[in-house]
C-alpha cells in the first residue's frame, strides 16, 4: 500500500480590516462569499474568485452595542444571523438590487430583516439547521433557544432549554436530522431533539472532558460529533445507536498547547475511495492550525453500533497562524471545489485563508 | 485463715473503706465516668437539636413553598390573563393561546401539598419546564419577561447598595425579583407588536 500523502498548509489570504479582535467566521454555502465578525461590532464580507483571490466587499455596521461574537449563514445563503454580547440575535438580508443574481456576489446593502430578543446575556453562538427551517442560540444565561424560520423573516420561539448549568458557548445542528448539541462551560455536551407533541428536550449528556467545552462540530455523515475543549483535548463521540440515542466518547486527541477554542469537520479532499469520513481542523490559544484526516474503522461494516474509535491521521499543521494571537474560530469552506479552503479568525482583528493541499 | 483469699472488688473494698464507710461503692461506675457525662449530655443536646431543628425546618419549608409559589402563581396569572385576552379578541387557535394552555398545564402538575414519600415529581425539573414555557410564551407574545428568576443573594447586595447609596432612591428593598422598570410603552420592540384593542 502506497504510504499515506503528505499534507501542508498554505496561507492563501490575510486580510485585516477588523479593529478589534475577530471572533467569527462563516462562509456562504451557495455564493462565494466569506463574512466576519468581530468584537468592533461589524460584520466584514469578502468576496473570492475560483482562483482564490479574495476581496473585501461590503461592511456591515451592525445595530450591535457590543462585539459580535458569531455568524451563521442560512441555507439559501442569502440571509445571516449574528449573535451579539448585546444579548440580541440579528437576522440579515440583502437588498436585491434588480440585477441578476443566483450565484453572484454583487447585492444591495445588508439589512437587519429582524432582531430576536429573549437572552438575558451575551449571546455565543447561533445556528441553522439542515432544513433551515430552524435557528438555535446560546447565551451566557445558560439557556437555549429554537426558532423557527417562518417567510418573511418571521421567527417563532419553539422553546427555551435550561439544562445546563453554565453558560452555554456554542450550538450546532446535526448534517442531516433536526437533532442539535451544545457545549457549555460546566464541562458537557447536551443533545436535543424534539418530541411528536414539539417538545424539545435534552436526551443524552456527555461528559468527558474536565474543563469548558468551546465549541462542537459534526461529523458530514452525522455519525461522529467532536468537541474542542478547555481541557485541550479534542474528542470525537460516536452515535452508537441511533434508536436509542446513545453517545460515547471513542476518541481524545491530544496536541495542542493551549485550549482548544473550535473545530471544523468538513468532506476535505478524500484520496481513497468511500471510506474517507472527512478533515477535522481544530485551533485554540497555542496560535495553531491541526488537520486530522479520519476514515472509518475496520470491520464497520459488520457491527454497525460498534464503538471503534475512527481511523484517525494527523496530515497538517502550522503554528502561530496568526502570530502570536490567539486563534478564535476556523471554518472550513463548504462550497464545492473548494473543500481544501479553510478559514480562520484571530485576536489581531484579521481572517486568514489557507489552503490544505498534498505537499 | 480467713482473708486471705481476697476477690478483686472485696479487696477494693476492704482498702478504701473504713469501717464507717460500709455504703457500697461502685467502682465501675467511675471507670466510664467521662463517657457517662458526655453521653447524658449528648443525648440532652439531640433532643434539644430536634425541637429546634424541627421548628427551623417547618419555617425553611413555609419560606421556600412561599418564594415557590409566588413565582408559579404570577406565571399562572399572567397565562390566565392573556389567555382571557385572546379568547376575547377571537384568537383562540394562535400560537399564544397554545403555550398558555400549556403553561397552565404544566403549573397544575405542580403540587399544593406536601408530597408522600412515594412521590416521584421531579421539582427541579418541572420548574424548569415551566420557566422555559413561560419564556416562550412572552416571546411568542411579543412581551419582555417582567418577572425574572435571579439569584438571592445578587437582590440581596443589590437592596444593600441601594440604601448605602441614598435613603431617597425609590427601589423597594422588600422585592424579591427583579422587575424591569419601563416594561410598558416604552419597551423595546420585540419579535411581534402587539393591540390590545377589543
Redesign the interface.
Given at each position: 500500500m502506497a504510504p499515506p500523502p503528505s499534507y501542508t498548509i498554505s496561507p492563501l489570504a490575510v486580510l485585516p480590516g477588523h479593529t478589534e479582535r475577530a471572533w467569527h467566521i462563516a462562509w456562504n454555502p451557495t455564493r462565494p462569499l466569506l463574512a466576519s465578525c468581530s468584537a468592533d461590532k461589524t460584520v466584514r464580507m469578502y468576496a473570492y474568485t475560483p482562483a482564490c483571490k479574495f476581496t473585501h466587499v461590503s461592511t456591515i455596521a451592525t445595530g450591535h452595542t457590543k462585539a459580535v461574537r458569531a455568524l451563521a449563514w442560512a441555507l439559501s445563503g442569502r440571509t445571516l444571523a449574528t449573535a451579539s454580547f448585546d444579548s440580541n440575535i440579528g437576522v440579515w438580508e440583502q437588498e436585491p438590487n434588480g440585477e441578476a443574481d443566483g450565484e453572484g456576489t454583487e447585492g444591495g446593502e445588508w439589512e437587519c430583516a429582524?432582531q430576536?430578543?429573549?437572552h438575558?446575556t451575551e449571546c455565543k453562538s447561533v445556528a441553522y439547521s439542515s432544513t433551515g427551517t430552524l435557528l438555535a442560540s446560546c447565551s451566557r444565561d445558560k439557556?437555549v433557544?429554537i426558532w423557527e424560520v417562518h417567510p418573511d423573516a418571521?421567527?417563532?420561539?419553539?422553546?427555551?432549554?435550561?439544562?445546563h448549568s453554565q453558560d452555554v458557548k456554542c450550538v450546532v445542528w446535526h448534517p442531516t436530522e433536526e437533532i442539535l448539541a451544545s457545549a457549555s462551560y460546566d464541562d458537557t455536551i447536551k443533545l436535543y431533539i424534539d418530541d411528536p407533541s414539539d417538545d424539545w428536550f435534552c436526551f443524552a449528556t456527555l461528559t468527558g472532558h474536565t474543563s469548558t467545552v468551546w465549541s462542537l462540530a459534526f461529523s458530514p455523515d452525522g455519525r461522529y460529533l467532536a468537541s474542542g475543549s478547555d481541557d485541550r483535548t479534542v474528542r470525537v463521540w460516536k452515535r452508537v445507536s441511533a434508536q436509542e440515542l446513545r453517545w460515547e466518547c471513542v476518541l481524545v486527541l491530544d496536541g495542542h498547547e493551549r485550549s482548544v477554542y473550535s473545530v471544523s469537520w468538513s468532506v476535505g479532499v478524500a484520496e481513497e475511495g468511500n471510506k474517507s469520513l472527512g478533515w477535522l481542523a481544530s485551533t485554540g490559544g497555542d496560535g495553531a492550525i491541526r488537520v486530522w484526516a479520519f476514515s472509518e474503522p475496520e470491520g464497520e461494516e459488520m457491527a454497525g453500533s460498534s464503538i471503534a474509535p475512527p481511523e484517525h491521521r494527523l496530515i497538517a499543521s502550522i503554528g502561530s497562524a496568526h502570530g502570536v494571537y490567539d486563534v478564535n474560530a476556523v471554518a472550513w469552506c463548504p462550497r464545492d471545489g473548494h473543500t481544501d479552503l479553510l478559514a480562520s479568525a484571530g485576536d489581531d482583528g484579521a481572517t486568514r485563508v489557507w489552503r490544505v493541499g498534498v505537499a | 485463715m480467713a482473708g486471705n483469699i481476697v476477690s478483686p472488688s472485696l479487696s477494693s473494698h476492704l482498702i478504701l473503706s473504713s469501717p464507717s464507710m460500709a455504703a457500697d461503692f461502685d467502682l465501675e461506675a467511675l471507670v466510664d465516668l467521662e463517657q457517662t457525662f458526655y453521653e447524658t449530655g449528648y443525648d440532652d443536646g439531640f433532643a434539644h437539636g430536634r425541637i429546634h431543628g424541627l421548628i427551623e425546618g417547618r419555617a425553611l419549608g413555609r419560606a421556600k413553598g412561599f418564594e415557590m409559589w409566588e413565582e408559579l402563581g404570577f406565571y399562572e396569572g399572567f397565562a390566565q390573563m392573556w389567555l382571557s385576552i385572546y379568547e376575547k379578541q377571537g384568537r383562540s387557535d394562535d400560537r399564544a393561546t397554545s403555550h398558555t394552555r400549556r403553561l397552565l398545564d404544566l403549573i397544575a402538575q405542580f403540587p399544593r401539598s406536601n408530597p408522600s414519600e412515594t412521590d416521584e415529581t421531579d421539582f427541579p425539573k418541572l420548574f424548569r419546564q415551566i420557566r422555559s414555557r413561560y419564556k416562550v410564551l412572552c416571546s411568542t407574545l411579543g412581551v419582555r419577561p417582567s418577572l425574572r428568576y435571579s439569584d438571592r443573594s445578587q437582590d440581596r447586595d443589590e437592596a444593600a447598595d441601594a440604601t448605602l447609596a441614598g435613603p431617597d432612591k425609590p427601589t423597594s428593598e422588600k422585592s424579591v425579583w427583579k422587575t424591569e422598570k419601563g416594561a410598558g410603552a416604552n419597551a423595546p420592540r420585540a419579535v411581534s407588536g402587539h393591540s390590545f384593542d377589543f
Open positions: 429582524s430576536l430578543e429573549g438575558e439557556t433557544w418571521d421567527f417563532e420561539c419553539m422553546g427555551v432549554l435550561m439544562d | -
